[in-house]
């Protein structure tokens, strides 16, 4: 069970690490539109698993 889960973990744990690089380097346009990568590609991944687990 845990290893079908394993490639939206690994998309997520990206888009936080993304994220925490984008808030490092916040002070530049780059900065802000890495945050706002990783902030649409966590949601993806929490909007994925919700479809899952709740079905649709």
């Known amino acids: 069970m845990f290893l079908s889960e394993s ?6 744990i990206l888009g936080v690490i993304i994220s925490l690089i984008g808030i490092g380097i916040k002070d530049h346009n780059p900065g802000v539109v890495t945050m ?7 949601i ?3 909007i994925q698993k919700a479809i899952e687990v709740f079905g649709y």
């Open 7 to 12: 490639p939206l973990l690994l998309i997520f």
């Open 36 to 42: 706002g990568v990783g902030l649409l590609i966590m």
């Open 44 to 46: 993806y991944v929490i």
